[in-house]
């Protein structure tokens, strides 16, 4: 979708080395969430963040960080991939308005493989 | 806690049937409710969003969906199904900090 993006699109990697993902949003907004997607299991929350160096873990968050040091990039990093990490990666940014919520805007996906 | 359930984790339809996808949330009135669609190796769009006002909401590509309280129930439908709907949804409730809370989706198949 227009305004975030997320990179690499696919990434082969092996166990126990480091992966970072990335998402970057040109629209300046406050909130940015990284999901996983699994079959059965529908959309996982990893992390959140709600401003620049602050960020909260959601139900999954063992064996991922995240950072924020920019408004507009949220990276998600697997410290030590595992296989049970081979997922499909998905950023979202919360987009509102006056005290109402648009909605979420989410990104292409990173498929992540972990060999 | 809020949960979303959506009842069948497949559903089959003929071309030009009705399509209906079932959503129910737990507790209290959400402050939001939506439905995303899913294409393969997309990442999700939002397809239609109810917050206060007309239960009936109107999304994109005909479908739409109607919250019913005294059902705690927001179920998507489509008059006539199209080879192009086939997808997965997502049920969605916000909580009272805006943060989403999804069901586990529904993968729409379409039969020719």
């Known amino acids: 979708d227009a305004g975030i993006t997320q990179s690499p699109r696919h990434k082969v990697t092996e166990t126990g080395t480091p992966v970072t993902l990335r998402c970057h949003q040109t629209?300046?907004?406050?909130?940015m969430y990284w999901y996983r997607q699994d079959p059965g299991h529908g959309l996982r929350l990893i992390h959140y963040s709600y401003g620049v160096k602050d960020t909260d873990k959601g139900e999954v968050s063992d064996g991922y960080s995240v950072s924020r040091s920019k408004t507009e990039d949220f990276l998600l990093t697997l410290e030590s991939a595992t296989s049970s990490q081979t997922s499909v990666y998905f950023c979202a940014i919360r987009k509102m308005g006056q005290r109402s919520l648009y909605g979420y805007t989410f990104g292409s996906g990173t498929r992540l493989t972990v060999v | 806690a809020q949960s979303v359930t959506q009842l069948g984790s497949h559903v089959s339809v003929s071309e030009g049937a009705l399509v209906l996808l079932r959503c129910n949330y737990s507790?209290?009135?959400?402050?939001?409710l939506f439905w995303y669609v899913q294409y393969p190796n997309q990442g999700l769009q939002l397809l239609l969003k109810y917050t206060t006002g007309a239960t009936l909401v109107k999304g994109i590509n005909g479908f739409e969906a109607e919250f019913k309280k005294s059902e705690t129930s927001f179920h998507l439908t489509k008059p006539s199904a199209h080879m192009s709907d086939a997808a997965e949804y997502f049920c969605a409730v916000s909580d009272s900090n805006y943060q989403l809370i999804w069901g586990a989706g529904t993968k729409l198949i379409i039969k020719p």
């Open positions: 629209e300046n907004h406050r909130y």
């Open positions: 507790s209290s009135v959400p402050p939001y």
